[in-house]
């Protein structure tokens, strides 16, 4: 019986364009997975918790037509809902808390604890993710000179106006009086209110748009004071190197007592 040989089997290295394949393959399917789990799964878990921040406004809130005279809501705990902000042009509301930890914005935009409350004289600032976690604010940038955003409290309705977005003495005055008063027209395109955009793209470390008065070091609030709202988001989309900011200035109260919406709402 002679001795047969059994053939091996070629075992070959990898090369390393092989290795370096395999690697961008399993890199790519992590990204993607985060992608996933950013951009969709944290905006299902975002929207069950807005859900139930409104749920409670709702039990809260009651009729909420007690009252003729304007009321400023009183501060809130961390993490608690307290008013919503109706975006009319974007065809969406969401209900506000307080607070801007992680755990906060994970239930909607979230209210900076230092800056004062909606109808106050100074800065009612709101910040709010824009992609993932609900993606609140994806939209800010579509908004425009005298767009409406409406605040809802338990009590009140108010209307807010963007800003101009030139910077032009004419153009600016023309846009502030296609919606403001005339007082806050003339504030806005020669006064103190001159340097604020009503959007704007600025750095991280901008922190002086959320002033009383944004733009310019902080000083505490006052009677002479516009009330503003100032939203705030990451820019570009998928990124944080850069914040979006939205200006905008009172211009109407209306009681919930009156009955009556806000015709904002119906843009």
């Avoid at 089997?9 to 990204?31: C, F, K």
């Avoid at 996933?36 to 878990?45: G, K, L, M, Q």
């Avoid at 808390?97 to 004289?121: K, S």
């Avoid at 800010?140 to 910077?167: G, I, K, N």
Wanted: net charge negative; charged share 20%; hydrophobic share 40%.
């Amino acid at each position: 019986m002679s001795d047969t040989k059994v053939p091996v089997p070629d075992r070959t290295r990898p090369s390393v364009g092989q290795v370096i394949g395999e690697l961008l393959l399993t890199a790519g399917t992590v990204i993607l997975l985060f992608v996933v789990y950013e951009a969709f799964w944290t905006s299902i878990v975002s929207g069950r918790l807005q859900d139930e921040v409104n749920s409670g406004l709702e039990e809260s809130w009651g009729d909420g037509g007690a009252g003729d005279k304007p009321v400023v809501p009183s501060a809130p705990v961390l993490g608690e809902g307290f008013a919503r902000v109706h975006f009319p042009t974007l065809d969406v509301a969401y209900a506000v808390v307080e607070g801007i930890r992680n755990e906060d914005l994970r239930a909607g935009p979230g209210h900076y604890p230092d800056t004062q409350m909606p109808g106050e004289a100074g800065n009612f600032a709101l910040a709010g993710h824009r992609i993932g976690t609900g993606a609140v604010f994806q939209h800010l940038d579509q908004l425009d000179a005298c767009d409406a955003v409406v605040v809802e409290t338990e009590f009140e309705w108010m209307t807010y106006r963007l800003l101009p977005l030139d910077s032009a003495s004419p153009d600016r005055r023309a846009a502030a009086e296609a919606c403001l008063s005339p007082e806050q027209a003339a504030r806005v395109s020669d006064g103190d209110y001159s340097h604020l955009m009503g959007r704007l793209v600025t750095v991280p470390t901008d922190i002086d748009v959320v002033n009383p008065l944004p733009g310019t070091p902080w000083a505490e609030a006052d009677a002479g004071l516009e009330s503003m709202l100032t939203l705030t988001t990451c820019h570009p989309l998928f990124s944080n190197t850069e914040r979006l900011i939205v200006h905008a200035v009172l211009v109407e109260t209306t009681p919930k007592s009156s009955g009556n919406i806000p015709a904002a709402l119906q843009e």
